[in-house]
């Protein structure tokens, strides 16, 4: 059975930073493109971070130079460190796991992802 269950979120002045966490279980972790999503009300799911199974990175547009997505395999475990917390970053964040693909991040859109968390809500003001 696929888990992913997020943590870290709150609300945080602008400026500020955060930390993420989402911890993964019921297939091989490592093995895995991770990523990173958010969405607000009445707006699509955008692509924040993606990590590869060796540590490639993608980030979205408009959060690279303040965010940084990484991976550790042996706690199951991806992290998004959020930095220069920004009002426009105000979301509900989910975690997602490609569980078809190969490693490899490049050129992954939202629905390729098939296993997702329930989300934690971060709140900039």
């Known amino acids: 059975h696929v888990q992913l269950v997020e943590s870290g979120g709150g609300s945080v002045q602008t400026g500020g930073s955060l930390r993420l966490s989402c911890s993964a279980s019921g297939y091989t972790f490592s093995s895995r493109c991770m990523g990173w999503f958010r969405q607000v009300p009445g707006k699509e799911r955008e692509g924040v971070a993606r990590?590869?199974?060796?540590?490639?990175?993608y980030y979205g547009d408009s959060v690279k130079g303040r965010f940084t997505i990484s991976r550790d395999n042996a706690k199951n475990t991806v992290y998004l460190q959020m930095n220069s917390l920004e009002s426009e970053d105000t979301a509900m964040y989910y975690c997602?796991?490609?569980?078809?693909?190969?490693?490899?991040?490049?050129?992954?859109?939202?629905?390729?992802?098939?296993?997702w968390g329930q989300g934690t809500q971060v709140t900039v003001s």
């Open positions: 997602a796991a490609d569980l078809t693909r190969s490693g490899g991040c490049a050129g992954r859109r939202v629905m390729d992802f098939d296993a």
């Open positions: 990590v590869s199974s060796t540590g490639g990175t």
